[in-house]
């Protein structure tokens, strides 16, 4: 079955370190994957996706994923976070065709000041 | 550009009352809409989806509904809450083709 795995469910980070948040998918083809953000009580948003190509894509907000075929993963990093940065954070992944995504459970971050 | 509304932002129901949540998206044509349901501190589960008008999938069987009576209009619907129904609901629109999937800003449901 198709599945996405954020192991983390929480991550403390201090203010100004980096930032690696990591999602793992299993699918039978490489899917198009994405990073969403959510502040509490607002909905998501997008923050990357991957479909083909580079495999280092650039977001918003400062943040990058890296695509490892090897690995069946897709993690989130940033060079240094910000308290604002505090949220919770989805990792998602779609089929080529489907119409619908399957997201990980989240990870939620808290940025120590 | 493309914006998605959800209304009301917050709502306080009754055990056994009606349900009617709706969700509009602007500057787009037959978009694939979606309603999905967060519990507190849970993750998303997805409840319906629709790629046109009058289309219905259901993901969850429950004491839900959903249905599209114009082509950027997606309501969600229940006859008599329960209180497992609180929650965070959110809407959500992608184009058709290959791309992500857009938010509304949710409404928190409580039931009483």
């Known amino acids: 079955a198709q599945s996405v795995t954020q192991p983390d469910i929480h991550i403390t980070v201090s203010e100004g370190a980096s930032l690696e948040l990591r999602c793992n998918y299993s699918y039978g083809a490489t899917p198009y994957l994405f990073w969403y953000v959510q502040s509490p009580g607002q909905g998501l948003q997008l923050l990357l996706k991957y479909f083909s190509g580079d495999t280092l894509v650039q977001g918003i907000k400062g943040f990058e994923a890296e695509f490892k075929r090897s690995q069946s993963s897709f993690n989130l990093r940033k060079p240094s976070v910000h308290w604002s940065d505090a949220a919770e954070y989805f990792c998602a992944a779609a089929g080529q065709g489907a119409q619908k995504l399957v997201f990980g459970q989240g990870t939620r971050l808290t940025i120590n000041p | 550009s493309q914006t998605i509304h959800q209304w009301p932002a917050t709502l306080v129901q009754p055990v056994g009352s009606p349900l009617s949540l709706e969700c509009t998206v602007e500057g787009t044509s037959n978009p694939n809409l979606y309603w999905y349901r967060q519990a507190a501190g849970r993750g998303l589960q997805l409840l319906f989806y629709?790629?046109?008008?009058?289309?219905i999938s259901s993901e969850v069987p429950q004491n839900l509904s959903a249905s599209r009576p114009q082509d950027r209009q997606f309501i969600l619907s229940s006859k008599k809450l329960l209180l497992s129904d609180s929650g965070f609901y959110l809407c959500?629109?992608?184009?058709?083709?290959?791309?992500?999937?857009?938010f509304g800003d949710g409404t928190r449901l409580s039931i009483l």
């Open positions: 959500a629109w992608k184009g058709t083709g290959v791309g992500p999937q857009h």
């Open positions: 629709s790629v046109g008008i009058g289309q």
